[in-house]
């Protein structure tokens, strides 16, 4: 049985993280208020980003910035934006 969360992101309770995929504090509290759905709604704006604009995951600005990305996306409801991306219409 799924472990259940009450999810920051999707405002609701979800099934959680099976296990606490970052490290430090902002991985605990992702483990404990973010579900698997959200997560994975995040992973494919984080590999857009990562894409898009260039990332080095090796630099640690670039893995600063994309946590910021990060905690504004999951937390803070703040979309993430991504130049030259339009998303798709629901009627397409």
């Given at each position: 049985?799924?472990?259940?969360?009450?999810?920051?992101?999707?405002?609701k309770?979800?099934?959680?993280?099976?296990?606490?995929?970052?490290?430090?504090?902002?991985?605990?509290r992702?483990?404990?208020?973010?579900?698997?759905?959200?997560?994975?709604?995040?992973?494919?704006?984080?590999?857009?980003?990562?894409?898009e604009?260039?990332?080095?995951?090796?630099?640690?600005d670039?893995?600063?910035?994309?946590?910021?990305?990060?905690v504004?996306?999951?937390?803070e409801?703040?979309?993430?934006?991504?130049?030259?991306?339009?998303?798709q219409k629901?009627?397409?």
């Amino acid at each position: 049985m799924a472990r259940k969360v009450n999810c920051q992101y999707l405002k609701k309770e979800a099934d959680g993280l099976a296990f606490q995929l970052y490290p430090g504090e902002l991985g605990k509290r992702i483990f404990d208020n973010i579900s698997q759905e959200a997560w994975s709604l995040w992973q494919a704006k984080q590999t857009m980003l990562i894409n898009e604009k260039k990332l080095n995951m090796m630099n640690v600005d670039d893995r600063k910035f994309l946590e910021e990305q990060m905690v504004n996306f999951l937390f803070e409801g703040k979309e993430v934006e991504i130049e030259g991306y339009v998303p798709q219409k629901d009627d397409e």
